[in-house]
T-cell receptor, first 115, second 113 residues
C-alpha cells in the first residue's frame, strides 16, 4: 500500500513569514496526526484528527499554528507568523482507527528552516 | 517534561552481535508501547508494538520486553546488521487520555562490519 505522503520535503523561509505543509494519509486511515521533531529529539504531537474532527490539540501553539482536515482525508498544517524556534521536521502520521491502539505510520516529513 | 526516555544516547555493536536498547517510562496509565526506527532524512518506521497485558512479543529478528513493575521497555535485535544502523525511539500512548504517542529522545545504534 502507498505510504503517508507529505509535501514539500524542504522549506526555507524568513521569520515572520507564513508556511503551509500538506499531508495525504494512507487510504482508509481515519486518524491523522501532526508531530513536530526538533533536531536531536523525538517527535512531539501537535494535533490529532479523527476523520475531520479535532481529537487533541492541547500542544498546538494556537496563536501561530493552525491545521485542518476538511474532508477527512488530506490535511494541511500552517504556521503564521513563523519564529526561529519553529525550525524542525514536521511529520504526519496516520492510523486505521484512533479509538484503539494501532501502529501509526509516518511520512518522511517536511524539513523547515527559519532564517 | 517527557515521560519516556532511553538509557543510552548511543550504542555501538559489531555486525552479528545482538543489540539491546532500553527505555524507561513514567506513566503507569500507558497501555500501549511501540518501537520505531528512524533513518537519516526519513520518518519513523514501525518496528514492533506491545500492549500492557503482555510482557513479551517477538517479530522477525526483534523482541520487545515490557516490565511494568519497574516501567521498563527494551528492544532486542538479533544478529544485528549494518542496515540496522539508525536512531531508535520508544513511545507510549497516553492511556485513557488518548492514542497520541509520547516519544523519548532516542538511541543511535551504530553497527560496524
Amino acid at each position: 500500500e502507498a505510504g503517508v505522503a507529505q509535501s514539500p520535503r524542504y522549506k526555507i523561509i524568513e521569520k515572520r513569514q507564513s508556511v503551509a505543509f500538506w499531508c495525504n494519509p494512507i487510504s482508509g486511515h481515519a486518524t491523522l496526526y501532526w508531530y513536530q521533531q526538533i533536531l536531536g529529539q523525538g517527535p512531539k504531537l501537535l494535533i490529532q484528527f479523527q476523520n475531520n474532527g479535532v481529537v487533541d490539540d492541547s500542544q498546538l501553539p494556537k496563536d501561530r499554528f493552525s491545521a485542518e482536515r476538511l474532508k477527512g482525508v488530506d490535511s494541511t498544517l500552517k504556521i503564521q507568523p513563523a519564529k526561529l524556534e519553529d525550525s524542525a521536521v514536521y511529520l504526519c502520521a496516520s492510523s486505521l482507527r484512533g479509538t484503539v491502539n494501532q501502529p501509526q505510520h509516518f511520512g518522511d516529513g517536511t524539513r523547515l528552516s527559519i532564517l | 517534561g517527557e515521560s519516556v526516555g532511553l538509557h543510552l544516547p548511543t550504542l555501538s555493536v559489531q555486525e552479528g552481535d545482538n543489540s539491546i536498547i532500553n527505555c524507561a517510562y513514567s506513566n503507569s496509565a500507558s497501555d500501549y508501547f511501540i518501537w520505531y526506527k528512524q533513518e537519516s532524512g526519513k520518518g519513523p518506521q514501525f518496528i514492533i508494538d506491545i500492549r500492557s497485558n503482555m510482557d513479551k512479543r517477538q517479530g522477525q529478528r526483534v523482541t520487545v520486553l515490557l516490565n511494568k513493575t519497574v516501567k521498563h521497555l527494551s528492544l532486542q535485535i538479533a544478529a544485528t546488521q549494518p542496515g540496522d544502523s539508525a536512531v531508535y525511539f520508544c513511545a507510549e500512548n497516553k492511556g485513557q487520555a488518548g492514542t497520541a504517542l509520547i516519544f523519548g529522545k532516542g538511541t543511535t545504534l551504530s553497527v560496524s562490519s
